[in-house]
């Protein structure tokens, strides 16, 4: 019988994988950050979650401020695009039904996590623009980027005649980013999926009053 392989050390899986290494690294920050805050968020803790040594994080990112943002633009972006902006570009679909199925979706999939910690990019909003312009104008950036997704949406609507003329897309659209977050933050606190259920139902009785 052949003897076992031994186990390759953290050190020899980054030399042989640098882009799962990499990778890796991303997942146990963003998991630290979401769970203490970007402040508190221990690279020593990141390092051991990851199973890689600290020559290999310092190699991937300077410090932990590139740590930082690096799950901002690679994991936190793309999550709030997949979730609230790509269903959106379906020109086909209603613009008001659209805005609901997102709502709707992104309820459903809410893990009891998500409940318990809110929302990542919220929370480090709250915590970080006040004192880092990088992670002030990510956010501001992405939080832009959904509101003009949903302004475009329902400017379309009003083209089509499926949302009253009366609507004003861009105010509607910072109404309804501040109220999702809104809702989250409060289910956050309160520790309540009930509540936040409460708070969805009434965002979409809202859209649903933007129809023609």
């Known amino acids: 019988m052949n003897s076992p392989a031994t186990p ?40 051991a979650d990851a199973g890689v040594t600290k020559g290999a994080l310092y190699h991937h990112f300077a410090n932990k401020q590139a ?14 695009r997949a979730t609230w902006i790509v269903p959106l570009a379906d020109t086909k679909a209603d613009p008001v039904d659209a805005l609901v199925q997102t709502v709707e979706s992104a309820a459903n999939s809410l893990t009891a996590s998500d409940l318990a910690l809110g929302c990542p990019i919220n929370n480090l909003a709250q915590e970080m623009s006040p004192i880092n312009e990088g992670f002030r104008l990510r956010i501001n950036g992405l939080l832009a980027e959904w509101r003009q997704a949903i302004a475009d949406t329902l400017l379309r609507g009003r083209e089509t005649g499926s949302v009253g003329n009366w609507v004003d897309p861009q105010a509607a659209a910072a109404m309804l980013v501040a109220s999702l977050e809104g809702c989250i933050g409060m289910a956050k606190n309160a520790q309540s999926k009930d509540l936040l259920m409460q708070c969805g139902a009434g965002v979409i009785h809202y859209l649903n009053t933007l129809k023609r």
Do not use: C, K, M
């Open 67 to 80: 740590l930082g943002y690096a799950v901002v633009d690679e994991i936190w972006g793309p999550h709030l």
């Open 8 to 47: 390759l050390s953290p050190e020899a899986n980054f030399q042989r994988d640098p882009d799962r290494t990499r990778q890796d690294l991303l997942s146990a920050a963003e998991r630290e950050i979401h769970l203490h805050g970007y402040q508190a968020a221990s690279l020593s803790q990141i390092i």
